[in-house]
């Protein structure tokens, strides 16, 4: 019998695997709620996910163009956004630094744009977009939140011209904040230099500059710069002091000209003492 | 032995090619069934038992990786290996597998299975069950019979027969 019975099941052996396959496939359809099937599926799911890691060069590779394309469009636009969000923080800051100098300031202010710049190393100028309707006149001071730019040499009706702190036909009244030494500040085409530092005279490295009350020019107490540089100059009774200026003239974009011409007795005072110490 | 362990990882590196490399084949939301072809070379180079077992062990290894219903594509691959495995013939292996027969072979098993699986598949979903079976069959079938030509030309080559015999 049971011979028999294994015979035929033999002989239909086909339709037997495929109905025992069916059963059990349609078991496993009535328990994909279970908890140990579930528990399978996560482990073969971990364990595919290891394969498909190693694998994952060829979706890399395939993706690679698309996800190129998405980046740099993203990357465009993000960079568009920082650069209008940067710009807008610089113009805030510059602003806020102005407004706080204008405060400050005893002198009437006003504030102009750069609209040109000529830095050709010895003959250093801007160019304003405020002129004589705008009440400013010739030796007029310009500074920044940073200190001392220079001084208007030329105006039309609506522009004008000054001479930056880094040009051969600036000169100007300074001294050193901590040890209150004077001397006259000059550009020599290469560096800002403080001329006339006697030897025995206190001047370092990192020294404050700030114009002198002698100057007939400038308002007393504006910043100019830092001393980056002394040195001992062989056969000479004075120092060779090198100036970083405290204006970075290659970025300045907004001044304010102080509406205050100098003392015109003073001036030529100074000037008669430029003559007489020399460049 | 030997065979079934190279069975074994033909088809776990065919899964893995499934789930990595193919997804970014897909056309319009259509992916090629890349097991599929080798259930009826299976079929037809060595018969219905082992093809009827393959699609079973296939399909469960497919179910068990995907968050779809477990047991269907067990179930359905397992039909498809039997009925392809009607078209065994110790005597045309060959001619089977290295002609267009091949292909479309491929594509009845291929239209069973999908008709099997989708008609399941898409029950208690929104909208016609049977428009959305056609649909996804036609277009699941077409694509795994173009992808089943790659293999039909080295079976050609490995059996020197010529694909149009």
């Known amino acids: 019998m049971v011979q028999r019975i294994y015979d ?35 482990f073969a799911t971990i364990v595919l996910g290891v394969g498909q890691d190693q694998l994952s060069f060829i979706s890399n ?20 956004q920082a650069n209008q969000l940067r710009e807008a923080k610089l113009e805030n800051l510059r602003l806020r630094q102005m407004v706080g100098l204008r405060e400050q300031s005893q002198y009437s202010l006003v504030a102009a744009k750069v609209i040109g710049k000529n830095l050709t190393l010895l003959r250093n100028t801007l160019t304003l977009d405020l ?18 730019v220079g ?111 100098p003392n015109a007795e003073r001036l030529e005072l100074d000037q008669r003492a430029h003559q007489r110490f020399g460049r | 032995m ?30 090629p069934d890349i097991f599929l072809p080798w259930l009826i070379f299976v079929a037809l180079r060595r018969g219905q038992i082992e093809s009827t077992v393959s699609g079973f062990a296939v399909g469960l290894l497919q179910d068990i990786v995907a968050t779809q219903f477990l047991g269907l594509a067990a179930f359905s691959k397992t ?19 290295g002609t267009y027969r091949y292909v479309l072979l491929v594509m009845l098993g291929s239209v069973i299975h999908n008709l099997v699986y989708f008609l399941i598949f898409f029950q208690g979903t929104e909208g016609s069950v049977v428009l ?9 079938t077409l694509y795994t019979a173009v992808i089943s030509v790659l293999p039909m030309f080295g079976f050609s080559q490995r059996y020197h027969t010529s694909w149009a015999q």
């Open chain 1, 131 to 148: 002129g004589a309707v705008d009440s400013v006149r010739e030796q007029m001071p310009v500074v920044s939140e940073a200190g001392l």
């Open chain 1, 8 to 42: 035929i099941l033999f002989a239909l052996r086909e339709y037997v695997l495929l109905s025992v396959l069916l059963i059990v496939s349609l078991i496993l359809l009535s328990l994909n709620d279970n908890v140990q099937i579930k528990s399978i599926r996560s």
């Open chain 2, 79 to 97: 039909l498809t290996g039997f009925i392809a495995g009607y078209f065994f013939h110790e005597n045309q292996v060959g001619q089977n597998l």
């Open chain 2, 2 to 31: 030997e065979r079934y362990l190279r069975s074994a990882l033909i088809a776990v590196a065919l899964l893995l090619l499934q789930t990595t490399f193919i997804p970014y084949l897909s056309i319009a939301g259509y992916l």
């Open chain 1, 151 to 261: 001084v208007v040499v030329a105006v039309s009706d609506h522009y004008s011209v000054i001479n930056i702190v880094p040009n051969v036909d600036f000169r100007a009244s300074v001294k050193v904040q901590r040890s209150r030494v004077d001397g006259i500040l000059a550009w020599d085409g290469k560096s800002l230099m403080l001329k006339n530092v006697a030897k025995t005279l206190d001047v370092k490295n990192g020294d404050v500059l700030i114009t002198s009350e002698y100057s007939s020019m400038f308002p007393q107490g504006i910043r100019v710069g830092i001393v980056s540089e002394v040195t001992e100059q062989e056969g000479t009774l004075f120092k060779s002091v090198t100036i970083a200026p405290a204006v970075d003239f290659v970025k300045l974009e907004e001044v304010f000209v102080i509406l205050a011409t």
């Open chain 2, 132 to 140: 959305s079976t056609i649909q996804a069959s036609a277009a699941t």
């Open chain 1, 61 to 80: 590779y395939f993706g690679l163009k698309r996800e190129n394309e998405l980046l740099r469009r993203v990357n465009i636009e993000l960079a568009d």
